[in-house]
């Protein structure tokens, strides 16, 4: 079944503590990306992927790292994470062009 | 920042009614594409218009592209409870110098649809 995964689906963390969400997807998809929604903002771009090894800033980078050694694989990293990085995030991939396909979302929080 | 705006930002209607709404952007495009969530889901996708295209349908839905406006319209006819959800446009965009490729969505239309 074609699909994006994402882990954890909930998590809950303190200030400061390291933490990465992966995302994963079977489609052999080029485009891979992170967003974050939070209530009457919509979805906000955090980083993209174009392509193994090609990584760009999204509408909000800060805080947040991201790398693409695999073509599946695209995991998110809150190297120090704060309490307005609380939100939930999904990713998402796509061939260019074309529809994208969402992951179920990761609600993090962060006290 | 986002490229898309969505109006209304919330809609009600009574099962059976259309449902309209609207989605703004400021920049060229490549494509229009509209997605839609249900509370706390990831997103679907619903429908693909190109630039070069005016109007498209799926089913219950009519999307139309006014590139001179920059401006697109999705149509929900018919609706049913099952159409409670919330809609978003999203733009994509293909940077010519820098080979770059941006998809940006709005922040939607939260819709529902009374029985």
């Known amino acids: 079944e074609a699909q994006v995964t994402q882990n954890p689906r909930y998590l809950i963390t303190v200030t400061g503590k390291k933490l990465t969400v992966t995302c994963s997807q079977n489609m052999n998809h080029e485009y891979m990306s992170w967003y974050r929604q939070d209530p009457g903002l919509g979805l906000r771009q955090i980083y993209y992927s174009m392509n193994v090894e090609v990584t760009d800033k999204g509408d909000v980078p800060e805080g947040y790292k991201v790398s693409r050694k695999e073509k599946r694989n695209f995991p998110l990293i809150l190297e120090s994470p704060s309490p307005n990085q609380t939100s939930l995030y999904f990713c998402?991939?796509?061939?260019?062009?074309?529809?994208?396909?969402f992951g179920p979302g990761t609600r993090l929080t962060v006290l | 920042s986002q490229q898309g705006e969505e109006d209304p930002q919330a809609l009600s209607i009574q099962e059976g009614e259309n449902a309209t709404m609207n989605c703004s952007y400021k920049?060229?495009?490549?494509?229009l594409q509209w997605y839609r969530q249900n509370s706390g889901r990831g997103l679907v996708h619903l429908i693909l218009?190109?630039?070069?295209?005016r109007e498209k349908h799926s089913g219950r839905l009519r999307v139309t592209l006014d590139t001179s406006k920059k401006s697109s319209s999705l149509l929900i006819t018919a609706s049913r409870a099952a159409d409670t959800a919330s809609y978003f446009c999203?733009?994509?965009?293909?940077?010519?110098?820098?080979?770059?490729?941006?998809?940006?969505f709005g922040a939607g239309t939260t819709v529902t649809v009374r029985a």
């Open positions: 218009i190109r630039s070069n295209e």
């Open positions: 920049t060229s495009i490549n494509n």
């Open positions: 998402a991939s796509s061939s260019t062009f074309n529809e994208q396909f």
């Open positions: 999203a733009t994509d965009t293909l940077f010519s110098r820098s080979n770059d490729y941006k998809l940006s």
